[in-house]
C-alpha cells in the first residue's frame, strides 16, 4: 500500500493505492466514500479488497472536508467533490502501469461517479455507484436536505443536522445539479449494487438509474442497509462478481 496526497487546486486530497501485483500493467479503479465517510470505512474497505481480489489496483481517495484531506467538512461542495475528482482523473493518467480505469464511489460519491461519468464519456471501463444518493440535487431543490424542512427558494447559512453544521453554500450547488443529463450522456456500462432495506437513500433510486442508463446492471443486497451492515460478504460478491465476469471478457 502506498500512500500520498494527490493535488487539487491547492487542496491536498488524501489517497491510498492498494495493487495487488506491482510487477504487471493491469485496471485500476478509483473508489470514493459518501457524505461524512472516508477510506477507512468497513464497507469501502471491503470494496477495495473485493476489487484487489480480482486483480484490480485500487486507488482510495478523500474528497474535499472528508478524511484526512485537506478543508472543513461545513464547506464542501459537490462542485468542489467535482474539481476534486477531475484532479485524480489527470493524476490518475500519469501512472504507467494502468490499462483499464473504472471509478467506483457509496452514496455521495455515487452520485459523484454518475456526474463525472457523464463528463468523462471515454475514460472509464465502466462507472459503479453504490447505494447512489442521487436524489440529493433533489431534496435541495425541494428544501428537505438532511431530513430538514426549509425554505429552498431562501435556503438558510447553515444547514444542522447529523451532528454537524453545513454550510447553505452546499444546498445552493446542489439545487443546480441535473443528473439525469449526466445519466444521458453516459453511454458506457454502469454496475449497481444497492440495499433494498436501505433507509438513508431509498432503493428506487437504484431502479431509477437502472431505467435510465444506456447499460447498467442492478444487484440488489436483500435486507441490507446503506453501508451494508448485515451482509457486507454479499456485496463483496456481487463486486467481485462483476470485476470476474469483465476479466472473462477479455479472453
Ligand atoms: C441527505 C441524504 C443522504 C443528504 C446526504 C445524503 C446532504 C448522503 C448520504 C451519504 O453520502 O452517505 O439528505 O443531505
Redesign the pocket.
Known sequence: MKEFFISSDGIRLHAKLDRPDESVKGPLCILV?????HMEEDHIVAMQQAMNECGISVLRVEMYGHGLSDGEFRDHTLYKWVTNMISVIHYVKTLDFVTDLYLCG??????LTMLIGGMFPDDFKAILTI?P?W??PE??RNG?????SFDPLHIPDV?Q??DRE?SGD??RV?QTIHVEDEIERYKGKVFIIHGDADD??PYAYAEKALALYHDATLVPIHGDD??FTKHLPEMKDALKSFFLDEANKEN
Open positions: 466514500h459518501g457524505f461524512t465517510g457509496h452514496s455521495q460519491g455515487g452520485l447505494s444518493a436524489m440529493i431534496l435541495a428537505t436536505l438532511l431530513g430538514l444547514l443536522s447529523w453545513l452546499y444546498c446542489a438513508t437513500v446503506h453501508c
